[in-house]
């Protein structure tokens, strides 16, 4: 079974930067793409950020293009996300996933959730 825990989330104020975690245990890290996604309320979720299995692939969504970072290190089972310029905007829960697709930034090609942790940017 594949456990996908995130952390890192917080309150920011805007102009500032947060370092997301996430790891994944119960299969080989390196074979999952991993993304973030992001869930604020009254809005759907969106596609944030993902890499590819080595890592030399990341996809950003135009709202974060700029000022989000995602990285991976396989060696700690470990994906990043660095969030910085953080708007209000922003705010939401954000997720971390696993993905066993070759490439994917869809949502639904993600089969393995963390529960989220939350990120307060405020004005």
């Known amino acids: 079974q594949v456990h996908v825990v995130e952390s890192g989330g917080g309150l920011v104020q805007a102009g500032g930067s947060l370092k997301l975690s996430c790891t994944a245990s119960?299969?080989?890290?390196?074979?999952?793409?991993m993304g973030w996604f992001r869930q604020a309320p009254g809005k759907e979720r969106e596609s944030v950020a993902a890499i590819s299995r080595s890592g030399r692939n990341t996809y950003y969504a135009d709202s974060v293009t700029g000022r989000f970072t995602i990285s991976r290190d396989n060696a700690k089972n470990t994906v990043y996300l660095q969030t910085n310029s953080l708007k209000p905007e922003d705010t939401a829960v954000y997720y971390c996933?696993?993905?066993?697709?070759?490439?994917?930034?869809?949502?639904?090609?993600?089969?393995?959730w963390g529960q989220g942790t939350q990120v307060t940017v405020s004005s």
């Open positions: 996933a696993a993905s066993e697709s070759r490439w994917s930034w869809r949502g639904y090609d993600y089969a393995y």
């Open positions: 119960g299969r080989t890290f390196s074979s999952f793409t």
